[in-house]
């Protein structure tokens, strides 16, 4: 997002053709296929969407003998809390997710691609039509594009409210107009058996911009962004209980989340001290403020962190126990409630499953009940041990790893503030004995 | 059913671009309802057989997704984020407040009509918390004061709809 901060950049064609805007393309163009497929690979670039599967890899596995049609798919259903850079993408450079998308769609064989848009993004949605319009017009997408004999055109699709439609096998089936019950892997891996039973990639907004990037400089030069396993930019989200929230572009492991909260966001509020960070979306593991984090990287260097001194890249957080998932940080100060922030957490879940597993089904919404009983005056000393065994029935035993993202976040709160669990079923109690009510107002739930 | 024409048009035109008439269940359900301000059961009925689907096929669309409604809104559509970012932020106090400013239980629609409240999940704006979404606009950094002053001016009909991102209520 080079451009959006200059003064006068407007999310319009010809501020972007004023820019260099499409010039990747034509340069695409010349290229073949494999050739930018290759670089891609090089690059290194791993997927911004919340797992880091490396894009390259996954166009790899692409079925491209099947002799159907390849389809390119767009995951711009931005809904794992605490993530708001595909918005802005959207809102202030969508030609440049759209030149992104036309160079990895004539990579990849696909002539007909989607972005599958959030429902709430009502501006977003006509952003975008109004952007493949004036792309359309300029015969950057339709047919033969710049006189090549290679056509292309992309669909807007609106999502409406589901969070599971962000797991991409939820949102093929969504595009396919059904509900987003996610497909059990194998065999439903997009690249095989994807939209329509046909070849389909799937990638996040920033990855496909990324792309874009890729062509421009070629996949080496972009490598040489970042660390190596850990290439590009990412941009980190951050809200909470910090002073200047909001999205910070930087390179891989160019900043520690140290530097990220105190430097770069302008530290917490007056008189307050950190408590815990989830550093990559509601779903990562929650990383407790006085941890140390010790062990082995990849490349086998030994590091002993603490928080702040945690590199803001995939390996390093983690090899911390957590990720960096969609690059949602999550700030919480002395102030915050421990349990209640669970029980918040807890009730998005339990809401969004979308039913087809049991143990996702049940499991998820017990652990909402268990966490609203808590907070309502209700704590027992055991329900740290129950939620615990809850959460780890649930994880590894579903269709799709939204298990895991309901698990986690119980999980790592019990593993690092058990202490705050326990302690709040003495507190009711000692509250009950005194003859006053159990349950204190609650902020957060 | 009786749709506006420019409705209409939108069907005609996105329908064919679809490799499968059946992708268009959803965009449909979107258009009939901004048409109609919700999906009766007529409306279902309608959407399934413009697409050679049966009613079923669109019901359970209807019954997933918490963005189709079967009832209309009040004038005012109001939905507070509800998730953590916004929680820390002082979602809920905003949400409370603007029950009791506007008379109305979260779920439901007040009895003079003016407004639904909703709360709901993550709106993706969490550098801007708390986040407010009436109708298709939106509203940051709602806190009880400005959520006040936003049920004030839904009362008194001024208030200021049709820009991006309002900061300021
Ligand atoms: C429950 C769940 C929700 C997800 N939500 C999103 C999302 O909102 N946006 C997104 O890009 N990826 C999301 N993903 C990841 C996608 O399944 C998929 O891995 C991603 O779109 C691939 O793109 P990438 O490789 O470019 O990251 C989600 C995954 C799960 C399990
Ligand atoms: S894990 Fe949950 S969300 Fe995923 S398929 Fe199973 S029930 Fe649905
Ligand atoms: S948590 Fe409210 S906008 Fe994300």
Same mark, same amino acid.
């Given at each position: ?93 969508? =030609?440049?997710?759209?030149? *992104?998308?036309?160079?990895? %769609?004539? &990579? ?6 989607? /972005? @599958? ?123 909470? =209980?910090?002073?200047?929230? *909001?999205?910070?572009?930087? %390179?891989? &492991? ?6 990220? /909260? @105190? ?183 | ?169």
């Amino acid at each position: 997002m080079k451009h959006v901060d200059e003064p006068g950049y407007s999310n319009d064609i010809d501020c972007y053709i004023r820019n260099g805007g499409y010039e990747d393309l034509k340069k695409a163009f010349a290229m073949k296929p494999e050739d930018i497929c290759a670089e891609v690979m090089e690059s290194g670039v791993r997927g911004r969407g919340g797992a880091g599967f490396p894009a390259g890899m996954k166009w790899k596995f692409l079925d491209r003998k099947s002799g159907k049609p390849i389809y390119l798919v767009c995951n711009a259903d931005e809904s794992e809390p605490g993530t708001f850079k595909d918005r802005q993408i959207i809102h202030q450079d969508p =030609h440049q997710l759209i030149e *992104g998308m036309i160079c990895s %769609a004539y &990579a990849v064989g696909a002539k007909l691609a989607f /972005i @599958y848009i959030r429902g709430e993004f009502f501006e977003g949605y006509r952003i975008l039509e109004r952007a493949i319009e004036e792309a359309r017009a300029k015969n950057f997408l339709g047919d033969n594009i710049l006189g090549s004999d290679y056509s292309c055109d992309i669909i807007v699709h609106r999502g409406a409210g589901a969070y599971i439609c962000g797991e991409e096998t939820g949102l093929i089936e969504s595009l396919e107009g059904n509900r987003a019950n996610p497909r059990i892997k194998p065999p439903y891996f997009p690249a095989a058996l994807g939209l329509y039973q046909c070849p389909t990639i799937v990638n996040n907004v920033e990855t496909l911009c990324d792309v874009k990037h890729v062509v421009s400089m070629g996949g080496a030069e972009f490598a040489k962004i970042g660390t190596p396993g850990n290439t590009g930019t990412r941009t980190w989200c951050v809200s909470g =209980h910090v002073m200047k929230p *909001g999205f910070y572009e930087f %390179a891989c &492991a160019d900043l520690t989340l140290g530097e990220l /909260i @105190y430097d770069v966001c302008g530290g917490l509020r007056p008189g307050r001290s950190l408590k815990a960070v989830i550093p990559g979306g509601s779903s990562a593991k929650v990383l407790r403020a006085d941890e140390r984090f010790t062990g082995k990287l990849k490349n086998g260097t030994a590091f002993d962190w603490g928080i702040g001194d945690i590199p803001m890249d995939f390996d390093s957080l983690m090899a911390c126990g957590s990720m960096s998932g969609s690059g949602g940080v999550i700030v919480m100060d002395d102030s915050t409630d421990i349990v209640e922030a669970l029980a918040n957490i807890n009730y998005f879940y339990a809401h969004e499953s979308c039913g087809q597993c049991t143990p996702c089904r049940e499991g998820v919404p017990w652990m909402r009940k268990i966490t609203a009983r808590m907070v309502a005056g209700e704590a027992r000393e055991e329900d740290a041990d129950l939620l615990n065994s809850i959460a780890d029935q649930i994880a590894g035993r579903t269709i799709c790893a939204f298990g895991e993202a309901a698990s986690w976040p119980v999980q790592s709160f019990i593993a690092k503030f058990k202490d705050e669990f326990v302690e709040k079923a003495r507190e009711q109690a000692a509250r009950r004995k005194e003859g006053k009510d159990a349950a204190k107002e609650t902020v957060l739930i | 059913m009786k749709l506006k024409p420019e409705t209409t048009e939108k069907i005609d035109k996105l329908v064919p671009r679809y490799p499968v008439k059946r992708s268009a269940a959803l965009p449909l359900c979107h258009l009939v309802q901004e048409d109609q301000g919700y999906l009766s059961n007529e409306a279902v009925e309608w959407i399934a057989e413009r697409l050679e689907l049966e009613p079923i096929n669109i019901q359970e669309l209807v019954t997933f997704y918490p963005m189709l409604r079967t009832e209309p809104t009040g004038k005012y559509h109001v939905r507070v984020c509800r998730t953590l970012p916004c929680a820390l932020a002082g979602a809920y106090q905003t949400c409370r407040k603007l029950e009791e400013a506007l008379d109305v239980a979260v779920g439901h629609t007040s009895e003079d009509g003016l407004a639904t409240l909703e709360f709901v999940e993550c709106h993706a704006d969490c550098g801007k918390a708390p986040v407010v979404m009436v109708g298709e606009d939106e509203y940051t950094g709602i806190d009880v004061e400005k959520a006040l002053e936003m049920a004030e001016k839904m009362k008194s009909g001024t208030l200021p709809t049709g820009l991006e991102v309002h900061t300021e209520a």
